[in-house]
């Protein structure tokens, strides 16, 4: 991983973050069967830096044969306890511990952005059958939304930086109109953006946010100096303790 000690920070927040993360929408996997060209069930899957597996859930529900691949010790315990009968094996897309040519489909949920991708490619490469996918996604809110504009705003101004990893990792604004993650060079993929909502309670929302590697980083004292006015702004704005949050799944596949 590029950034071992921040990727590594979700271990003492695992169970935060599988109880507030979001998911994704059903239509994700629809879109990742029709631009890998052939279904899920059956095929045999690397779900890679599958941290809680949120992802991986849904890929075993649709019938994949999937395997997780995950480096992190709490998130490794967090998904035994959540998907007690998937296979779960340590390691990173940097050095993957899979056979070659054994996989269909490798995916990256929420995942890519911590890999070097001068490693993950080739060992993308290295393990999957001729034909075979990757598929790389990730949730991003919905910056034309007013609210989630403004919040992505303070969240830069805290963090003092132009993007932060926050925004990496539960969404946030995207880059100059295209597709809202840098990709990696060499390879020819097939894009496409699905909007989808969810409504939970405002302390769901403020854990998804605080289970971010920035918040982890700086600890939970820190982060409170954003958190606990953030609560207060938007009680105001949604008195019935009901956030919606607006995201837009962005997903990258290609045949490596």
């Known amino acids: ?79 035994r306890r959540t998907l007690p009968g998937v296979p779960l094996v340590r390691g990173d897309g940097d050095r993957l511990p899979l056979r070659s040519g054994s996989c269909d489909l490798v995916t990256y949920a929420q995942a890519w952005h911590w890999t070097d991708p001068e490693c993950s490619v080739p060992e993308a490469r290295r393990v999957l059958r001729p034909g075979g996918g990757l598929a790389l996604w990730w949730n991003d809110s919905d910056a034309t939304v007013p609210w989630v504009a403004a919040q992505d705003a303070r969240l830069r101004r805290f963090f003092g930086a132009e993007e932060t ?71 105001a704005l949604f008195p019935d303790g009901v956030v919606e949050e607006r995201y837009t799944v962005s997903l990258a596949v290609t045949h490596p």
């Not at 980083?217 to 954003?226: C, D, L, Q, V, W």
């Open 165 to 235: 990893a926050a925004a990496q990792e539960g969404g946030g604004p995207a880059e100059d109109g295209g597709f809202p993650r840098r990709l990696p060079a060499g390879l020819d993929f097939t894009t496409r953006r699905i909007p989808w909502t969810r409504r939970v309670p405002l302390d769901v929302h403020l854990a998804n946010l605080g289970s971010f590697s920035d918040f982890l980083m700086i600890g939970p004292e820190a982060a409170g100096a954003f958190l606990e006015p953030e609560r207060e702004r938007l009680a």
């Open 1 to 79: 991983m590029t950034t071992p000690t921040q990727a590594r920070s979700f271990d003492a927040a695992a169970a935060v973050y599988a109880a507030n993360r979001p998911s994704y929408p059903p239509a994700l996997l629809d879109a990742v069967e029709e631009l890998a060209g052939f279904g899920l069930a059956g095929s045999r899957v690397a779900d890679v830096g599958a941290g809680t597996g949120l992802g991986t859930a849904l890929l075993h529900a649709r019938g994949a044969r999937v395997t997780a691949v995950e480096p992190g010790d709490g998130m490794a315990a967090q998904f």
